[in-house]
């Protein structure tokens, strides 16, 4: 029988707050009791839900009817309610308008296009990392995998390598926040500003000397006005906010793998063995078990706009549901008895709820394997060992993103 009445967490006996710093230490025990004990959960006094079964989780993202983006897909304040548009451009809407916009800027994203930047995802690598292998000590995040994906994020939509730094720190700020604080910190609302000025500058110059990039694409491109049947173009807002989406969506997640790989890599010294004796072939492998088993991000959000069906609850319209992507990617109906175990070179891509799935599934899902295979290898290629202070580990404490904050690493060169 289903029910639209709801149990709160604490009735389930099972407490599960996403804010707290002891799950973000360690969030799998609080998953596997969910997907035991409370596959389809509900905090009273949060007043959300939670999905944490793979099928489950696989059905919500397909579930497009009932689950909305329209408020975001974050859990942070700042970012979820009407105006989620705003900073998360398409990924906050629902079609048609975001398969329209999402069409257009889809042709940045094609396995061919994105194959074509392998050659300065390779230079950008190498540059970034010989300084690294200088020193020898460094902090694996600050000097090398928070370098990448931005300057990447900043070639697809050709911005200037003399801007690239001040861009990039901008990106930090923004990025580097505790959620759970209810409003954004001075410092990231001021590199939004930043963020905004510059882009819209940007768009300025484009539009009077258009080139190949992305943003000229988008500012030439035409699509159909939802209302009127018209062709529109996108306005200055919309382009900004793609713009916006791409540090917010494509930097910090990417980043995070980076140093996550590396992580686990280093606690599994079986696993990279595997990897330092055949870089080229199992790096791939290596990023693919990264993903599963301790993906980037975590918790994706979607606010029910019809009522909504689940395990023995009918969810009702207006509340908020939260997709457990970290533990669907546990799930031992799955990916077997040993889910919890790190296995290089298991067969899991096609089961893998990292990038979402259907309408939303991640854009930049080849490119951002494309850089870790090619920065992952770059590395395991250059020394013979690593080794790790774990105590001296900084994690991000965030809802939705897992990672570290700094990574302090030795290695030694080949
Ligand atoms: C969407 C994860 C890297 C651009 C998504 C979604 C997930 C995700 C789970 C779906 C969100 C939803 O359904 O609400 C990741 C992870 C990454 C990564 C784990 C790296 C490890 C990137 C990169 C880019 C990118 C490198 C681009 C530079 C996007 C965009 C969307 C998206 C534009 C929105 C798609 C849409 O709404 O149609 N990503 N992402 N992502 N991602 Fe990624």
Redesign the pocket.
């Known amino acids: 029988m289903t029910e639209t009445t709801t149990v709160s967490g604490m009735e389930h006996g099972l407490p599960f707050d996403p804010y707290a710093y002891g799950f973000h230490e360690d969030p799998y025990p609080t998953y596997s009791r969910l997907r035991a004990e409370a596959p389809v959960y509900y905090h009273g006094g949060m007043n959300f839900w939670a999905l944490a079964g793979h099928a489950d989780v696989r059905a919500a993202?397909r579930d497009t009817q009932r689950l909305s983006?329209s408020w975001g897909?974050s859990m942070d304040p700042s970012a979820y309610g009407p105006d989620a548009h705003k900073s998360m451009s398409?990924?906050a809407m629902d079609d048609p308008k975001?398969m329209r916009i999402?069409k257009l800027?889809s042709k940045g994203f094609t396995p061919r296009r994105v194959n074509e930047l392998t050659g300065r995802i390779t230079a950008l690598t190498h540059q970034h990392w010989s300084r690294c292998l200088d020193k020898g000590e460094f902090d694996f995040v600050h000097d090398f995998a928070a370098l990448l994906?931005m300057d990447v994020?900043s070639e697809?939509l050709g911005v200037p390598e003399a801007d690239r730094t001040r861009l990039r720190h901008q990106s930090d700020l923004l990025l580097h926040r505790e959620d759970g604080d209810l409003d954004l910190p001075e410092a990231a609302v001021y590199a939004y500003i930043e963020l905004h000025k510059y882009y819209s500058e940007l768009i300025a110059d484009r539009r009077k000397n258009p080139g190949e990039d992305l943003v000229s694409a988008l500012i030439a491109a035409e699509i159909d006005d939802d209302e009127t049947g018209e062709k529109t173009k996108l306005t200055e807002d919309e382009i900004v906010g793609f713009m916006v989406?791409?540090v917010v969506?494509?930097n910090e997640?990417?980043t995070k793998?980076l140093a996550n790989a590396l992580y686990w890599g280093w606690r599994n010294p079986d696993e990279l063995a595997k990897v330092f004796a055949d870089p080229e072939v199992v790096v791939p492998d290596w990023t693919e078990e990264t993903?599963r088993y301790d993906?980037?991000?975590q918790i994706?959000v979607r606010r029910v706009i019809e009522d909504a069906p689940y395990g023995d609850f009918v969810i009702p319209a207006g509340d908020r549901v939260l997709l457990l992507?970290g533990s669907a990617n546990r799930d031992v109906e799955v990916f077997g008895a040993d889910a919890d175990r790190y296995e290089i070179g298991r067969d899991c891509s096609q089961a893998l709820m990292?990038?979402?799935l259907g309408?939303?599934?991640?854009?930049?899902?080849h490119?951002?394997r494309l850089?870790a295979n090619i920065g992952l290898t770059e590395v395991v290629k250059s020394i013979r060992a690593v080794d790790i202070d774990a105590d001296k580990a900084v994690r991000v404490h965030s809802v939705n993103v897992r990672g570290f904050a700094e990574l302090p690493v030795k290695v030694t060169v080949r």
């Open positions: 993202f983006n897909v398409f990924l975001h999402r800027v994906p994020v697809l989406l791409m969506a494509g997640t990417t793998l993903l993906n980037s991000t994706v992507v990292s990038f979402g309408a939303h599934f991640c854009l930049g899902a490119l951002a850089e």
